[in-house]
T-cell receptor
Framework: KNQVEQSPQSLIILEGKNCTLQ??????????LRWYKQDTGRGPVSLTI???SENTKSNGRYTATLDADTKQSSLHITASQLSDSASYIC???????????WGAGTKLIIKP | DAEITQSPRHKITETGRQVTLACHQT?????MFWYRQDLGHGLRLIHY???????NKGEVSDGYSVSRSNTEDLPLTLESAASSQTSVYFC?????????????FGPGTRLTVL
């Protein structure tokens, strides 16, 4: 069964600190992996999209890594800000852009 | 600016009633999607459409229907609302171009079925 698992479920860190969120997937065939940010009460917003040939992609203070061999991805947030408080969702696509397999997300809280 | 909107943002209804959630996008995207999001679960696909007059069932389509009469709108209808359909519903759209394309999401509709 195609699955995407994320850890931890929730995380609290102090403003200015770095953190890393994990994603493991068992999806076949694999096309691409996406990270989304979802603020409370809002729809998800795309942060990065990576194919199997890309092992790192950055978007400002967000850096995603992908190891297609071990089927693992991580999202690293540098110098966290209060506005980074949100849920971060890992999503894997098979051979179609149209059907995405969603993880349950990691809820990140940044404390001042 | 192009956008995707959903209405209503909040809805309370009773078991057995028919409910329609609206989704409107001004991106001129061919593809539109409806998802539901429940606590502790990832988003689950309900229905999707690749263009006008095209609709397809997703992972959790039972009890839901959609119709696509124009490019901009994909309304989601709950034929006879059930308490299990209490959820947050998200509409999304994407370009129909080939290659890897991004999905853009609306703000969501929180539906409560009593």
């Amino acid at each position: 069964k195609n699955q995407v698992e994320q850890s931890p479920q929730s995380l609290i860190i102090l403003e200015g600190k770095n953190c890393t969120l994990q994603c493991n997937y068992t999806v076949s065939p694999f096309s691409n992996l996406r990270w989304y940010k979802q603020d409370t009460g809002r729809g998800p917003v795309s942060l990065t999209i990576m194919t199997f040939s890309e092992n790192t992609k950055s978007n400002g203070r967000y850096t995603a890594t992908l190891d297609a061999d071990t089927k693992q991805s991580s999202l690293h947030i540098t110098a966290s800000q209060l506005s980074d408080s949100a849920s971060y969702i890992c999503v894997v696509s098979t051979d179609s852009n149209y059907q995405l397999i969603w993880g349950a997300g990691t809820k990140l809280i940044i404390k001042p | 600016d192009a956008e995707i909107t959903q209405s209503p943002r909040h809805k309370i209804t009773e078991t057995g009633r028919q409910v329609t959630l609206a989704c409107h996008q001004t991106w001129n995207h061919n593809n539109m999607f409806w998802y539901r999001q429940d606590l502790g679960h990832g988003l689950r696909l309900i229905h999707y459409s690749y263009g006008v007059q095209d609709t397809n069932k997703g992972e959790v389509s039972d009890g839901y229907s959609v119709s696509r009469s124009n490019t901009e709108d994909l309304p989601l209808t709950l034929e006879s609302a059930a308490s299990s359909q209490t959820s947050v519903y998200f509409c999304a759209s994407s370009d129909g171009a080939s290659g890897i394309v991004e999905q853009f999401f609306g703000p969501g509709t929180r539906l409560t079925v009593l």
